[in-house]
């Protein structure tokens, strides 16, 4: 979980992020008319990098909460400890982003399990509540407080769907990994490296990308090609970079590992 603050960043201190269409503006008229929002899109494509830039630019605090199976109610609620002094409640990220109007941004949201998710309702409505079941509280929502969800729809299944109840309790946009020339704004924007550079590793990842789906399960993303970008920046060998950063975290089959090696000598 993270926090950030609440002063309206300068332009100069907003986290970089190089828009992809008019997701700022519909961000804005969301967070500015109360209304939840939903993110969709692969893994690495920017979708959290976004939450970051929009909270500075809004000068709300942030709490991040990474979804996992484990994830239970009292979790992003919050739940009763045993102090020095006795027994004390102890707010969880949902609870304390309602009270401080902040911003919560769920992270892959489907991963949680649906008896969690269903806290999220009485938020997501027009009640803009948070009932508090263990401490009798029933708390509303302030106008800033804003609710963002997000999940990989190519992670979806029969068990790891969101329930069209709940998605249709949420304004939607989807990300995708950016056009070339975009993408090679991101990458010198992130790490500094040269247009030449970027240009090809750009075309590495469009030559991975086309192999999803039958040799590989996910896409290279953005973020793996920013780390290879920052490998290379400080340093060491290109293709050296790019196995590490881009073959290796996409597959532990030593053939394909192979095979994706030989696309990136292609490539330089």
């Keep these: 979980m993270s926090t950030e603050t609440k002063r309206r960043a300068k332009p100069d201190e907003l986290p970089f992020y190089q828009p992809q ?34 909270a500075a630019r809004l000068g709300r605090p942030l709490y991040t909460v990474s979804c996992h199976d484990d994830l239970t109610a009292a979790d992003l609620v919050g739940r009763h400890l045993i102090g020095n002094k006795g027994t004390y409640w102890c707010d969880g990220p949902l609870t304390r982003a309602v009270r401080e109007g902040a911003i919560c941004y769920l992270d892959e949201v489907v991963e949680a399990r649906k008896d969690t998710t269903v806290v999220l309702h009485p938020l997501t409505d027009d009640r803009r509540i948070l009932p508090i079941e263990r401490t009798g509280e029933t708390l509303h929502a302030p106008d800033n407080f804003m609710l963002v969800v997000s999940y990989n729809p190519g992670y979806q299944n029969l068990l790891k769907g969101m329930k069209p109840s709940t998605r249709q309790r949420f304004v939607a946009m989807t990300f995708d990994f950016p056009d070339a020339e975009l993408e090679q704004e991101i990458l010198i924007g992130e790490t500094g490296i040269d247009n030449e550079l ?12 086309a192999l999803k789906d039958h040799d590989l399960e996910e896409a290279a993303s953005t973020r793996l090609l920013v780390y290879a970008a920052t490998l290379i920046k400080d340093g060491l060998p290109i293709k050296q970079a790019c196995q590490a950063a881009l073959v290796e975290p996409l597959t532990d089959e030593a053939e394909t590992i192979s095979a994706l090696m030989e696309v990136v000598d292609a490539c330089f």
């Design 198 to 209: 970027a240009e090809k590793l750009v075309q590495l990842a469009a030559s991975l990308r």
């Design 21 to 54: 269409g008019d997701e700022i503006r519909l961000f804005e008229h969301a967070w500015a008319n109360q209304l939840p929002l939903l993110i969709k899109g692969p893994t690495g494509c920017g979708k959290t990098r976004f939450i970051q830039h929009m």
